[in-house]
Antibody, heavy 122, light 110 residues
């Protein structure tokens, strides 16, 4: 079945970086964009950026631009999200998500990863 | 600033019909589709409504969505105890070139 499997929880110090993986299966990897969305405790979902796995094109939210890098390994059907210069406010559950429609980035997300908890603490 | 506004809470008794509102602006709801997600604590969102009023397969027809201008609504009829969850709206924002989400409405089934 179609699924996105994410890497496990991580704890980082302020100022460090974290890299989370999202492995896709059950569909043609290059046909669908992958977005990253995070949710801090008690807060709303916040979009971070997307990648077109077919072309490698990316777009990032201004809130994290300069600190976030989304990349892909087509041979492994995996997308990565790296966030640098971590702050306590980056403590959140991080999700990868797939839009409903092929080759579209602005659709609703019908497939979500299970989430990766990142805790930033000294 | 692009923001979607929802009421923080809603409630109803089993069998009742409840609606949850979502207010945006011309750069998001006013010019794009709205989607709705159901979320239990610590779990990934589940898509309930896409393209403002379409249900994915497997979502009961008790859930329905509508949009008018820069506002949207989610209606849940025949309320059940298992509907108790957080519900968030979302829409693409043309100025951000990415999706934005509402703060979520916590639905309590009394």
């Amino acid at each position: 079945q179609v699924q996105l499997v994410q890497s496990g929880a991580d704890v980082r110090r302020p100022g460090a970086s974290v890299k989370i993986s999202c492995k896709a299966s059950g569909y043609t990897f290059t046909d669908y964009a992958i977005h990253w969305v995070r949710q801090a405790p008690g807060q709303r979902l916040q979009w971070m950026g997307w990648i077109n796995p077919g072309t490698g094109n990316t777009k990032y939210s201004q809130k994290v631009q300069g600190r976030v890098t989304i990349s892909k390994d087509t041979s492994a059907n995996t997308v990565y999200m790296e966030l640098s210069s971590l702050k306590s406010e980056d403590t959140a559950l991080y999700y990868c998500a797939r839009p409903t429609t092929k080759f579209a980035v602005n659709d609703a997300f019908d497939i979500w990863g299970h989430g990766t908890m990142v805790t930033v603490s000294s | 600033q692009s923001v979607l506004t929802q009421p923080p809470s809603a409630s109803g008794t089993p069998g009742q019909r409840v609606t949850i509102s979502c207010s945006g602006s011309s750069s998001n709801i006013g010019s794009n589709y709205v989607s709705w997600y159901q979320q239990l604590p610590g779990t990934a969102p589940k898509l309930l409504i896409y393209k403002s009023n379409q249900r994915p397969s497997g979502v009961p027809d008790r859930f329905s969505g509508s949009k008018s201008g820069t506002s949207a609504s989610l209606a849940i009829s025949g309320l059940r105890s298992e509907d108790e969850a957080d519900y968030s709206c979302a829409a693409w924002d043309d100025s951000l070139y990415g999706p934005i989400f509402g703060e979520g409405t916590k639905l309590t089934v009394l």
